[in-house]
């Protein structure tokens, strides 16, 4: 509690004014706070605190002027009026501060009904010594940075890597992928993928590009996209591509073709840096003037470095 003679007077002058209100005021001391919008937030949570309804203190600004400023528990705006430094009359300032509070008490325009209401102050009394202020014009609105502050979404790490094996019926092999999230929904990415081929006993290769759409979801993530690519398979004997080897095989080199399709995908998220997921792809291969589907499953660990 502060004993500022001053503040006291103030206190007295404001129950005075109040009292037709059936307010009862309460001295304290001011706010804390680095900033007039901390100082705000920490009235308000005093308010709450202590289950009144405003809280009301006189506020130094830094180039000197001082003003009244008002929170109530109910609402996250912010009632203020300046105060000059030249006259010293604390009913002139109590004056002020009940017309504060019913600014920050009044219904909104639209509502019609008019409401008594029952309130009860808690008036923080400036430091001994500080001069006293007579009013003047209040401004229009409060300054910037009074009122509440609206949450900002969470930002997605732009560029991430993916480890992981993959599945492709009679191939298994290992996944790497790169990526980059252009906008919070849509990504694009490159992978290379090496399988082993168990009926030809040969190894097979693939290098793909895609564009996918992300759901915004940060613990579990779906996703559709499509890939377009190219893929290498070496051949050991003039037999059908995947037949097993069988007697002599004669290594025929290296033919490439095309990849791509559509895939679609499911995630999960542990912390901010690691997600856990796989992607289901429907492509198909052309090479030699055929198509031939090839279906795969990736399972793939992704790091946001």
């Known amino acids: 509690m502060s004993d500022a003679p001053d503040g006291l007077d103030r206190a007295q002058a404001l129950a ?3 009292a037709p209100r059936g307010a009862r005021v309460v001295l304290s001391g001011g706010p804390p706070g680095q900033t007039q919008a901390e ?3 920490t009235a308000r949570g005093a308010v709450r605190a202590q289950a009144a309804d405003v809280a009301l203190w006189i506020e130094a600004d830094a180039d000197g002027a001082r003003s009244i400023r008002a929170v109530a528990a109910d609402r996250e705006t912010t009632t203020w009026a300046p105060l000059s430094a030249s006259a010293g009359d604390p009913t002139v300032v109590a004056l002020i501060a ?3 509070i019913d600014d920050l008490l009044a219904p909104p325009v639209s509502s ?3 409401v008594q209401v029952d309130v009860r102050m808690t008036v923080a009394a400036p430091a001994v010594g500080e001069a006293l ?3 003047s014009p209040r401004a229009p609105s409060a300054p910037a940075g009074e009122t509440a502050a609206h949450p900002q979404e969470p930002q997605r790490r732009d ?3 993916e480890v992981g094996p993959m599945i492709a019926g009679v191939s298994n092999g290992a996944y790497l992928g790169a990526g980059l999230y252009v906008h919070r929904n849509v990504r694009l990415d490159v992978n290379a993928r090496l399988t082993y081929v168990i ?3 040969s190894l097979a290769g693939a290098a793909t590009g895609s564009a996918a759409y992300v759901t915004d979801d940060d613990d579990g993530r779906f996703e559709v996209g499509l890939s377009l690519g190219l893929f290498a398979v070496s051949r050991t004997t003039n037999r059908p591509l995947g037949a097993p080897c069988r007697d002599v095989c004669v290594d025929l080199g290296t033919d490439v073709g095309f990849l791509g399709g559509a895939y679609a995908g499911f995630s999960w998220g542990f912390g901010d840096d690691v997600r856990l997921g796989f992607r289901a792809h429907i492509d198909v291969a052309y090479l030699d003037d055929t198509f031939t589907p ?3 499953l990736d399972l793939y660990l992704q790091v946001m470095p």
């Open 112 to 114: 019609r009904p008019e």
């Open 159 to 161: 560029f991430y890597l």
């Open 199 to 201: 009926p030809s006993e």
């Open 98 to 100: 009940v017309s504060v």
């Open 294 to 296: 090839a279906p795969m």
């Open 133 to 135: 202020a007579t009013p």
């Open 16 to 18: 005075v004014e109040a």
């Open 39 to 41: 100082r705000a937030t």
